[in-house]
Antibody, heavy 118, light 108 residues
Framework: EVQLVQSGAEMKKPGEPLKISCEGS????????IGWVRQLPGKGLECMGI????????RYNPSFQGQVTISVDRSINTAYLQWTSLKASDTATYYC???????????WGQGTLVIVSS | EIVLTQSPGTLSLSLGERATLSCRAS???????LAWYQQKPGQAPRLLIN???SRATGIPDRFSGSGSGTDFTLTINRLEPEDFAVYYC?????????FGGGTKVEIK
């Protein structure tokens, strides 16, 4: 069974770093893209960027370039999304999703709620 | 970046009616790589349609997708109670991947 399991909810203060994860199982992790999607409270979906675990090819949405880092550890089938210095405006739910060459979004993680507040 | 514009923003319909949702792209979507998702409160999005018109596994046939190039449509025939939700389109043919702003289908 294909699964994407994300790390748990986080409550952080502005300026703190954070790294959240998305572990894939039940399929060849290296052969599918992983995308990170942000959903601000009460708002729509925004694709932050995607990574191909097979060769770590990473593509950022220009709106998020320089604001976050997407990475992967193939040895443990896990993708990451990290911030060096969080802002209150980073408060959102973050999802990971799987994609292939001709299809996208067939499997999603359960979401990670990140709250940034002083 | 391809901008996707969904309309209407909200659709108020009764059980059993047909819903027609539109997604218009600012430029042609490569290979019609256009997906539709359903999202309910507190849940991750659920894939309905890939490649503009291919239903995902387990999706009822009352959901259908059509269109090509820059104009795409999601049709939901005979609305059932579980269909009231927010629907998003997404293009995945050109990086960066982008989503439309969503259409909320609510009970009239």
């Amino acid at each position: 069974e294909v699964q994407l399991v994300q790390s748990g909810a986080e409550m952080k203060k502005p300026g703190e770093p954070l790294k959240i994860s998305c572990e894939g199982s039940g399929y060849s992790f290296s052969s599918y893209w992983i995308g990170w999607v942000r959903q601000l409270p009460g708002k729509g979906l925004e694709c932050m960027g995607i990574i191909y675990p097979g060769d770590s090819d990473t593509r950022y949405n220009p709106s998020f370039q320089g604001q976050v880092t997407i990475s992967v550890d193939r040895s443990i089938n896990t993708a990451y999304l990290q911030w060096t210095s969080l802002k209150a405006s980073d408060t959102a739910t973050y999802y990971c999703a799987r994609g292939g060459t001709s299809h996208w979004g067939d499997y999603w993680g359960q979401g990670t709620l990140v709250i940034v507040s002083s | 970046e391809i901008v996707l514009t969904q309309s209407p923003g909200t659709l108020s319909l009764s059980l059993g009616e047909r819903a027609t949702l539109s997604c218009r792209a600012s430029q042609s979507v490569y290979s019609n790589y256009l997906a539709w998702y359903q999202q309910k409160p507190g849940q991750a999005p659920r894939l309905l349609i890939n490649g503009a018109s291919s239903r995902a596994t387990g999706i009822p046939d009352r959901f259908s997708g059509s269109g090509s190039g820059t104009d795409f449509t999601l049709t939901i025939n005979r609305l059932e109670p579980e269909d009231f939700a927010v629907y998003y389109c997404q293009q995945y043919g050109t990086s960066p991947l982008t989503f439309g702003g969503g259409t909320k289908v609510e009970i009239k």
